[in-house]
């Protein structure tokens, strides 16, 4: 599976309780398959709450299927092509490039979203309204106490994620996402030429704009 892949995945899995029936292990499939091939711009913003304490977290993500992506937040870039991946890390000052050609898996096995329906002792459904559906998960994990997540049941894309649960000392804690999309723009995927050049080896070097930055080369591994 692409890398990239996995993280896709990795934003959809926690939806895996849902696979209590075969309808909703299908649905699981179609919110995976919609991320795989999605072709827009997506704004997350994270909120996580601890006690009193709050930290919010903005990034943007540009997608054009799996082997075309763009993030941006804050601190950090990432890049995915066909064959590289670039990551920028301006708190450690370093940029680290890697193969994205890995072998290729579109599709996940139904099934996988049917296997974890035990970690979640709870599972309400609910429509919004206007093809939004709702989903209350209580999990068999200690202190967390209920996962709420809403999605478009027509496009598959997510809306808003939330989970609250309780620390050690009664402490309460959340963290809440939501998601937005918009139409992507061809200029909105910068080429990897934005950070690298590579002589006539293909060997690669930062261009001038990163020279500053520290190169973490895990291409000719």
Do not use: C, W
């Not at 998960?137 to 999605?151: S, T, W």
């Amino acid at each position: 599976m692409k890398k990239l892949g996995i993280l896709l995945v990795g934003l959809v899995v926690g939806l895996s309780a849902f696979g209590q029936n075969g309808q909703l292990a299908k649905d699981l499939a179609a919110i995976n398959h919609a991320y795989f091939n999605l072709n827009k711009k997506m704004v997350v913003k994270a909120v996580a709450t601890h006690g009193d304490q709050q930290v919010t977290t903005n990034y943007v993500a540009y997608m054009k299927g799996i082997d075309a992506y763009y993030m941006k937040s804050e601190g950090t870039e990432m890049l995915v092509s066909s064959s590289v991946k670039v990551v920028l890390n301006k708190a450690t000052n370093s940029v680290m490039i890697d193969s994205n050609a890995t072998n290729s898996v579109d599709e996940l096995p139904i099934q996988l979203f049917d296997t974890l329906t035990k970690l979640y002792s709870s599972v309400k459904v609910s429509n919004l309204g206007s093809g939004i559906k709702r989903y209350e998960l209580v999990p068999v994990i200690d202190r967390v106490n209920k996962i709420v997540i809403e999605f478009n049941s027509n496009t598959k894309l997510l809306r808003s994620m939330r989970m609250t649960s309780t620390g050690m000392n009664n402490e309460k804690s959340s963290m809440s996402i939501s998601y937005t999309y918009e139409p992507l723009k061809p200029s909105d995927i910068p080429p990897i030429s934005k950070f690298l050049t590579f002589d006539d080896e293909g060997i690669a070097q930062l261009t001038s704009a990163y020279k500053s930055y520290r190169l973490i080369n895990f291409l000719n591994r």
